[in-house]
């Protein structure tokens, strides 16, 4: 594996444990629409953000 990734993961490793610690003062989106606009930009942002990365690595 090249640094960077190694380095990748444990960033995204570390987010995920402070999310879990903050989760309790994170405010809850009760709002059904809400929940489904914010899925829809993350799935748009992960296609945007893929396709970048594919066309930086040819």
Do not use: C, E, H, W
Not at 10 to 17: D, P
């Amino acid at each position: 594996m090249k640094k960077t990734a190694v380095i990748g993961i444990i960033i995204g490793i570390g987010l995920v444990v402070l999310l879990k610690v903050f989760q309790s003062s994170i405010p809850r989106i009760s709002d059904p629409l809400t929940n489904y606009i914010i899925l829809i930009g993350f799935v748009f942002f992960i296609i945007i953000f893929g396709g970048a990365q594919l066309r930086k690595n040819k």
